[in-house]
């Protein structure tokens, strides 16, 4: 639904003479501009149809009936309605916010040496290490100290942890949060956790925001970062996030906003 009425506001707004060549249709008199008929057919690849020999018969279809649908509410006054108005309105500014921000990208590429630089920046703050590590997770002290007393007295830690934890996502898995380096976690967690020898849990229940957690660590390897060819396109992506937080950044600090 929503992008046949982005098509809508896009075909309303875009001057018919922009189109050069045959017209799709002429309906009552109005041309259907040619130009209309590829961004249709974009449209409808988009919604999941088949990019057959039926496709541009389907776009001239829809078309036909979005002119006669689209002219009969006008004909009514449904254009006036406020509601309408005010969504025409702000899909018209969705598109211009979508125009601005791929214009800036487009002007501010990311360079290669930019995605170098954040890729060696992200290795070194993943540290030499990463820890294989359980953890469950308890409202309270007395709850985790009563946690490391079964424990103690040779309790499977991945049983306590399907029973008691709080973390349904790894109490699934024996407390199992898998490779992960510090940085990945919460300071104190991440702080307790290095601190432990393999095959060790805490002695003491470790709180964090989340509440009180018994750890245990399972391994430690050398930190296993995948090679710049391999993730540079997600490292580009990253980056040009970045220029759209610029860009709106940039636009902000100008404005009077009140």
Same mark, same amino acid.
């Given at each position: 639904?929503?992008?046949?009425?982005?098509?809508? *506001?896009?075909l309303?707004?875009?001057?018919?003479?922009?189109?050069q060549?045959k017209?799709?249709?002429?309906?009552?008199?109005?041309?259907?501009?040619?130009?209309?008929?590829?961004m249709?057919?974009?449209?409808? *690849?988009?919604?999941?149809?088949?990019?057959?020999?039926?496709?541009e018969?389907?776009?001239?279809?829809?078309l036909?009936?979005q002119?006669?649908?689209?002219?009969?509410?006008?004909?009514k006054? *449904?254009?006036?309605?406020?509601?309408?108005?005010?969504?025409?309105?702000m899909?018209? $500014?969705?598109?211009?916010?979508?125009?601005?921000?791929e214009?800036?990208?487009?002007?501010h590429?990311?360079?290669?040496?930019?995605?170098?630089?954040?890729?060696?920046?992200?290795?070194?703050?993943?540290?030499?290490?990463?820890?294989?590590v359980?953890?469950?997770?308890?409202?309270?002290?007395?709850?985790?100290?009563?946690?490391?007393?079964?424990?103690?007295?040779?309790?499977?830690f991945?049983?306590?942890?399907?029973?008691?934890?709080?973390?349904?996502?790894?109490?699934k898995?024996?407390?199992?949060?898998?490779?992960?380096v510090?940085?990945?976690?919460?300071?104190?967690?991440?702080?307790?956790?290095?601190?432990? +020898? +393999?095959?060790?849990?805490?002695?003491?229940p470790?709180?964090?925001e989340?509440?009180w957690h018994?750890?245990?660590?399972?391994?430690? $390897?050398?930190?296993?970062f995948?090679?710049?060819? +391999?993730?540079?396109?997600?490292?580009?992506?990253? *980056?040009?996030?970045? $220029?759209?937080?610029?860009?709106?950044?940039?636009? $902000?600090a100008?404005?009077?906003?009140?």
């Amino acid at each position: 639904m929503k992008h046949s009425l982005i098509l809508t *506001l896009l075909l309303a707004t875009i001057a018919p003479a922009m189109a050069q060549d045959k017209p799709v249709a002429t309906v009552n008199g109005r041309e259907i501009p040619a130009l209309y008929g590829e961004m249709a057919k974009q449209t409808l *690849l988009s919604q999941g149809a088949p990019n057959d020999a039926n496709l541009e018969t389907r776009a001239r279809e829809a078309l036909i009936n979005q002119e006669l649908l689209s002219r009969a509410a006008i004909d009514k006054g *449904l254009d006036k309605n406020p509601k309408l108005v005010a969504a025409m309105e702000m899909m018209r $500014r969705e598109q211009l916010t979508k125009a601005y921000l791929e214009d800036y990208v487009k002007n501010h590429p990311v360079s290669d040496a930019e995605i170098k630089s954040e890729y060696d920046k992200a290795k070194a703050a993943a540290g030499g290490s990463e820890y294989k590590v359980r953890h469950i997770l308890v409202k309270t002290e007395a709850e985790a100290k009563a946690i490391i007393a079964q424990l103690n007295k040779k309790a499977a830690f991945d049983k306590l942890a399907r029973e008691k934890s709080a973390d349904k996502g790894s109490a699934k898995n024996g407390g199992d949060l898998g490779w992960a380096v510090p940085g990945a976690f919460v300071k104190e967690f991440g702080e307790a956790m290095q601190k432990l +020898k +393999k095959g060790e849990t805490t002695a003491s229940p470790v709180k964090t925001e989340f509440g009180w957690h018994v750890i245990r660590l399972d391994d430690v $390897r050398p930190t296993q970062f995948p090679p710049l060819d +391999k993730v540079q396109n997600e490292v580009r992506q990253q *980056l040009q996030q970045k $220029r759209v937080r610029d860009a709106i950044a940039e636009l $902000r600090a100008k404005a009077k906003i009140e």
